[in-house]
């Protein structure tokens, strides 16, 4: 087993192959905190991945639940080894950033690092990882009145630091990213149509390189993937699938199976269905050329 996955991604697998253990065990969360002692709540944090649990709690836990295959334990007990190590070295613990980012944002950088594909639909803008830093300055300039400036720095700086690690990856060819967004990502100028332009250059030339794939869903599409604002849905190795989205200024990690296998079925039917590649960059050239055309202004009426 390797021992350089993230401790999220560790942590995940383990609380899955527990969940799936007990179940097969026909044990209730309930019987498995009397049995071993522990509070009901620690049971469903470790299940929830809120926790992680020691290994000096897992081997007797294993036991319980029936497993004893020497293999699956051993990969179990590293797991649990790995979920508790703090990533010390990776970027996003320094302080400047760990004391800004939410716990939401950190457990998707960890789990960007480990992801084969990423899926990212949006109908307002530009998924985060993939905006320019003038475009994300002035989506986060939104919330100067409520935001502190060092936060909104702070999470700017993460925001290129995301972008670099992932599009490295991309580039090396370690992850699939499919971009799906609504026609009005593409024409939303937040003000300023420069920007928008050298954001929409920034992903034409991604998607001509190869690095990422996008495609549009156009005003006249019949349906939508959701009602959502937008999200990521990011497939883990060995560890199935995790939804981030954000809503305004509060953000989570949805790791509910039942929701990001229905949402991965739709995205992958509509992104089937709707423009693609080559139609989506003959669309974004045309709006970049638009972009650049000096705008008229009218004369008033006398």
């Keep these: ?35 071993m002692e522990w509070s009901l709540s620690k049971v469903i944090r470790i299940e929830n991945g809120d926790n992680s649990i020691a290994p000096n709690d897992l081997r007797p836990l294993l036991s319980y639940l029936g497993i004893t295959d020497k293999v699956e334990i051993a990969e179990h007990m590293a797991d649990a080894r790995i979920a508790r190590r703090r990533q010390r070295q990776a970027w996003y613990q320094r302080p400047e950033f760990r ?29 985060g990882a993939l905006q320019t830093p003038e475009y994300a300055q002035t989506l986060i300039n939104r919330y100067e009145v409520v935001l502190d400036h060092t936060l909104m720095e702070s999470r700017l700086r993460a925001r290129q630091l995301r972008r670099k690690d992932l599009l490295d990856r991309a580039t090396a060819g370690a992850i699939d990213i499919r971009a799906l967004f609504d026609e009005s990502v593409f024409r939303r100028t937040n003000g300023d149509r420069t920007i928008l332009a050298d954001q929409l250059r920034e992903l034409d030339q991604l998607s001509s390189q190869g690095v990422i794939k996008l495609r549009m869903v156009p005003f ?83």
């Design 1 to 35: 087993m390797a021992e350089d996955i993230s401790p999220a991604v560790a942590r995940r697998r383990l609380r899955l192959a527990l969940r799936d253990a007990r179940e097969r065990a026909s044990r209730t969360q309930q019987e498995v905190a009397e049995e």
């Design 99 to 127: 004391e800004h980012l939410t716990p939401a944002m950190t457990r998707l950088i960890e789990y960007e690092a480990e992801a084969t594909i990423v899926r990212y639909f949006y109908i307002n803008y530009v998924a």
């Design 220 to 302: 006249d599409a019949t349906a939508a993937v959701t009602n959502l604002a937008g999200f990521d849905l990011l497939t883990l190795p060995d560890a199935g699938e995790v939804l981030y989205r954000e809503i305004g200024l509060t953000d989570e990690v949805v790791e509910n199976h039942a929701t990001t296998s229905r949402l991965r079925e739709r995205f992958d039917q509509i992104w089937s269905n709707v423009a693609n590649e080559n139609n989506t960059h003959d669309f974004v050239r045309q709006q970049i050329s638009d972009l650049e055309k000096p705008v008229a202004h009218r004369t008033p009426e006398t």
